[in-house]
């Protein structure tokens, strides 16, 4: 897609789709920010949005999620030479906004949040600031960490890879004692490193080759039983070589996976890839088809097929999340419909539930996230745009 930079917003919506079945989080972190007045209230409607970015917001962002275990939900997303953050409780309302730095000459447009030390939360990013200290004055992939509010930054001392900003698509796990593995996808190579858990490196960068030309949109998961981390990421490069691939990289190195029938249709976002919660195997959401997407297919990684997921045809961006019953959400977007998808695999992850549906908030959606909070409960990030203005926007409810 063509990348759009204009004033922007991020939105949330609120809506009555929501399956019966609900799991009351913890109490809320409404108390602890401010809300801005100028944003607005969650809607009360099963279409409507609230917006929660401020300025200009461009159409390549991806915002990254991370819930805490007061149900806040903290999204992270870049600004020009800015990060921003958002929180949004657990009732679906804007709780606060603010800053996570600010005067670097460029950043990553897909910051990631993942858990840190001491109930705290990280986001790591790639980015330059030219006249900053060592090492943040070299293209770079960095981190800075916060409470669980998630209002105040401290940026960590050091780089976690000396990675190009221009990154394509930035992979981070939180691993045992929440030192983090991460992950970068540039050109013909794919560099990761596990750290310390501040932004000492364990070890020298590791390489994943792609051959001869683009790795794209790299993505971190781990098996939640046996713990092996996997590596996936899209090549590109020609019919051959086009697809969604996955490779394991702890605790010893696997082979390199194609996943089967994934289409030369760039994911155009990070990979779909997730482990599931206290329940075995990691799985990866990709199209299948060229040019267009034929559908959906999910795939437990390792295994000879993948399963077709019901009424996704001309989907677009695809998102997964791990929901607590050890099921997963596979979300996409179709372009065709202007509308956003949702469906709850069984335990298994054999069989799938009902394909709920909703209409997306403006004409075109760039960037798709998706974050379950309970069994029956999903929340989704996208970023969305029309005439001339691009939103990120939150849902609540599926």
Known sequence: MTSVTTRAAVAVTCAALALPTLTSAASSAASEARVDPTVQSAGKGPSSWTKISKGDVSSTNEP???????????????????MRWSNVSKHGRLVGHGT???????????????????????????GINVSGPAPYNDNGLFTSTTGRAGRSWSLARGALLAASVATYGIGALALSGRAPIVAVAFNERILWRQTDG?????????????????????????????????????????????????KRLRPTAGPRMKAPDSSRLDTDQTVALTGRRDT?????????????????KL????????????????????????APSGGLWVTWENDVTNRVYATLTNRKATRF?????????????????????????LDLVINTGANGKVTIAFRRGF
Not at 299 to 322: C, E, Q, Y
């Open 353 to 377: 539930g009902a394909v709920r549906v909703v209409k997306s908030a403006q004409r075109d959606t760039y960037r798709l996230a998706a974050y379950s909070g309970a069994v029956r409960h």
């Open 100 to 126: 996570v730095l600010s005067g670097w000459d460029s950043l990553s447009s897909q910051p990631t949040l993942i858990a840190a030390r001491n109930n705290r939360i990280r986001v790591v990013f790639g």
């Open 64 to 82: 990254g999620l991370y819930r805490t275990g007061d149900g806040v939900l903290h999204v992270a997303y870049t600004q020009g030479s800015r």
């Open 280 to 296: 075995p195997g990691v799985y990866a959401a990709y199209c299948t088809g060229y040019p267009n997407c034929r559908h959906v």
């Open 299 to 322: 795939w437990r990684v390792g295994a000879n097929r993948a399963i077709t997921v019901p009424r996704s045809k001309n989907a677009d961006t695809i998102a997964l999340a791990a």
């Open 198 to 246: 501040s932004a000492t490196p364990i070890g020298p960068d590791n390489r994943v080759s792609n051959g001869d030309c683009c790795a794209y949109h790299s993505a971190l998961a781990r098996d939640a039983i046996t713990g092996r981390v996997f590596l996936g990421w899209y090549s590109g490069g020609g019919a051959n070589r086009s697809g969604v691939f996955v």
